[in-house]
Nanobody, 115 residues
Framework: QVQLVESGGGLVQPGGSLRLSCAAS????????MGWYRQGTGKQRDLVAT???????NYADSVKGRFTISRDNAKNTVYLQMNSLKPEDTAVYYC?????????WGQGTQVTVSS
């Protein structure tokens, strides 16, 4: 059974940086797309960034130029480097891995941007 374990969330001041990580365990499946989504309080879950195994990247307009997604296929791990953080980036961040047959979600990690 695949489990996604996230780390790296926390409290940061506006303009600061955080790096999120998400690692898959319990499977040797190939994950075609790895990505990050976020959900603010009372809001829907929205795409932040995705990265395919072929290297295609998609970012939400609100994070372009500030966030960078990367992946380590050998470790089945995806990263999200978040720079120039803003209060509106505050949310629970979820990683998502897609294989040929299944769709997996992490448990979520809280990111709070506040002074």
């Amino acid at each position: 059974q695949v489990q996604l374990v996230e780390s790296g969330g926390g409290l940061v001041q506006p303009g600061g940086s955080l790096r999120l990580s998400c690692a898959a365990s319990g499977s040797s499946s190939r994950f075609y797309t790895m990505g990050w989504y976020r959900q603010g309080t009372g809001k829907q879950r929205d795409l932040v960034a995705t990265l395919t195994s072929g290297g295609r990247i998609n970012y939400a307009d609100s994070v372009k130029g500030r966030f960078t997604i990367s992946r380590d296929n050998a470790k089945n791990t995806v990263y999200l480097q978040m720079n120039s953080l803003k209060p509106e980036d505050t949310a629970v961040y979820y990683c998502n891995f897609k294989s040929a047959l299944d769709d997996y979600w992490g448990q979520g990690t809280q990111v709070t941007v506040s002074s």
